[in-house]
């Protein structure tokens, strides 16, 4: 089976690495849409959670050319970007968009979610250095 995500470990603090994903995302061309502090939510609502964070990133190009071609690839977006700590080391992780085309094959989106899925693992992998 095809993996569905692609996960480096990065050496930086995990608020570092939040910092680093949203500023190379606008670097490579996409906007940060919102950041969801996951681990807040949860730890409020009493339910323990150690640092995650969503950042959400889209480029608007990407996600027209998708949505025109089937409207439910809007369930797919915006592109997630999680980064999480995990035995006191950070991580980031992305859901791969080549995934996300295989949930509508006959939308024909594939050459798009393999364009974006490069762009994605760029961010990903600047943002851990």
Known sequence: MKSFEYTVETQKS????????QARAAENGFRVIHTHDVAETLNEKGFP???LK???VCNARYASEVIQQDIRA???LPCPITVYTR???T???????TSMAEFLPQAAI???AKTVE???RKIVDEAKE
Do not use: K, T, W, Y
Request: proline content about 6%.
């Open 14 to 21: 995990f608020d570092d690495a939040v910092r680093a994903v």
């Open 49 to 51: 959670c150690g640092p």
């Open 54 to 56: 969503i950042v959400e």
């Open 74 to 76: 809007a369930l797919m």
């Open 87 to 89: 035995n006191g080391q």
């Open 91 to 97: 991580f980031i992780s992305a859901l791969l968009p």
């Open 110 to 112: 594939q050459s798009v």
């Open 118 to 120: 490069g762009h994605i």
